[in-house]
């Protein structure tokens, strides 16, 4: 079966590349239907990794968030036309103790070997999940990036101790934002405090108990546990300011990526007998507790709806490279393409 996969061979520029797909190795084939650009794919297409990392990586397709259309499953297990979420994370060894995502020789599409920049997609069975009808294709075009707040929310529920009482949420960006609704979810009872810098970006967070601008905290605010979704030249001050206002013992989640070494103060770290842990992508069973909350809590999909930034229809190459120029300037909110 011969396919198109639209690689980035340069930073900004797109070429098409023509190859063929062998029916018999039981994969299964699905056409993208809706795909989500995240800052990962930005660092790429603007060729702002480290020209090493360019030289070895390119050309590559791009894109890890989406999902598509069954077009051919010689098992039968899916059919054809039906809806699914594809993962991008491909595990090569089975591990009792270290997660599929943690895993060193799992690779990861967009990152490694192609995303789903590609009229159809040979995907592994188990790297995809039905998704049920009726769920906003725009919100679950982003599902990768919401199971990566639902994996580290999990690991925060196993690693954190049950005083909880008030719990902050530093950063106000796509990232926070998603972490935020998820957490009221699966946390009810738990006091949500937000930390951000954008006083517009915060007034959206109307399921949270309280909202502070970084600059304008009480001094005697406390909160139990806190969760980092800053990342970038902001982690070091977020984190910081996390380890003066945490209570004693309280356990600190690291979700934003940062490129350079972050500075953190210690003496206060071991002082107040912190723990500290991070999380990165996320694996299948993230993914299936998503849809699973997407089901159970039907506003989960209503509020993530408000963060679906720019959406751009997709016929041409020259289409995908303006989606992904309006995806740089854009002020917040996930750009989606249709992949037509």
């Not at 089975?94 to 020789?105: F, V």
């Not at 994996?151 to 049950?162: E, N, P, S, V």
């Amino acid at each position: 079966m011969l396919n198109a996969i639209y690689r980035l061979v340069a930073p900004r520029r797109f070429e098409v590349e023509f190859t063929d797909i062998d029916l018999t190795e039981g994969n299964v084939i699905v056409r993208p239907t809706y795909l989500s650009i995240c800052n990962a794919d930005q660092r790429y297409y603007q060729g702002k990794r480290a020209e090493d990392i360019l030289q070895q990586k390119l050309p590559m397709a791009l894109i890890h968030e989406g999902i598509g259309q069954v077009v051919y499953d010689p098992e039968g297990e899916f059919q054809p036309g039906e809806t699914v979420v594809m993962i991008p994370n491909t595990p090569e060894s089975e591990d009792e103790i270290i997660a599929e995502n943690y895993r060193r020789d799992s690779k990861f599409r967009a990152s490694g070997f192609d995303g789903f920049m590609q009229d159809v997609v040979d995907i592994r069975r188990d790297r995809i999940v039905s998704l049920p009808e009726g769920i906003n294709p725009l919100v679950a075009a982003f599902t990768e990036i919401v199971s990566v707040s639902v994996h580290a929310l999990t690991r925060f529920d196993k690693i954190a101790h049950k005083r909880r009482d008030c719990v902050g949420i530093w950063g106000d960006g796509n990232l926070g934002y998603i972490t935020s609704v998820f957490f009221k979810a699966m946390f009810p009872e738990t006091k949500l405090c937000i930390f951000g810098v954008n006083r517009d970006k915060l007034s959206d967070f109307t399921f949270a108990d309280e909202t502070y601008l970084v600059s304008q905290i009480p001094e005697d605010l406390c909160i139990d546990h806190a969760i980092e979704c800053v990342g970038g030249e902001g982690s070091p001050k977020a984190i910081n300011q996390i380890i003066d206002y945490i209570r004693p013992e309280g356990t600190i989640s690291i979700l934003g990526v940062s490129e350079n070494p972050v500075s953190l103060n210690t003496r206060m770290m071991l002082e107040k007998g912190l723990r500290m842990f991070g999380s990165s992508r996320s694996g299948r069973e993230d993914f299936i507790k998503t849809i699973e909350l997407y089901q159970s809590n039907p506003e989960i999909p209503e509020y993530l709806q408000n963060i679906v930034g720019g959406v751009y229809k997709i016929r041409t190459i020259d289409d995908m490279r303006k989606a992904f120029e309006a995806d740089i300037h854009k002020e917040f909110g996930k750009t989606i393409m249709i992949w037509s």
